[in-house]
């Protein structure tokens, strides 16, 4: 039979409790589920690639079904390398959800063949954002709500 395989695209800078949620929200779904980091050109990132791979990697260091991976270009491009169907999103609010309608409608027209499957966040995690755990991280101020302990104890801030 046919795997069934997800890509779970993001920036990841750096991944959080939200993202490790949605994960594991969909590992009944899916036969693999691929977590790549987008070398998006056009962001800052506060952690550099190889830092952000190590971060993912530990994340999910106990989940069989998960791999790790980082690309350059177009998700669908990506996904059909992977020979992968499924393009999977978290939702936090219907800011994510406008926006992620836009996304999704236009990698449809990119290629028919992937679709994206929206998940929502667990309640706890909804107000959890990669931008202000950055802010939080440059502060030193203390993040631990929002990231496992062991990602925690891999960041350092130059
Ligand atoms: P991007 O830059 O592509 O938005 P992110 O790393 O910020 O990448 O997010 C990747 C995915 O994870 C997106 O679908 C985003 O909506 C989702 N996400 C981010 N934070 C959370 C959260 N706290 N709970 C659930 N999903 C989240």
Known sequence: MKQKIAVFPGSFDPITLGHIGIVEKALPLFDKIIV??????GKNSLFSLDEKLKQVHTAFKKFPKVEVASYKGL??????????EFILRG?????????EKSIAAMNAQLNNGIQSIFLMTQPEFA????SIVREILK????ASAFL???ILKLITIK
């Open 36 to 41: 790549a980091i987008g070398e998006n050109s």
């Open 75 to 84: 998700t669908v491009d990506f996904c059909h390398h992977q020979k992968a």
């Open 91 to 99: 939702l936090r609010d219907v800011k994510d959800f406008e926006f």
């Open 127 to 130: 107000a959890i954002n990669s």
């Open 139 to 142: 502060n030193k101020g203390d």
């Open 148 to 150: 496992p302990n062991e």
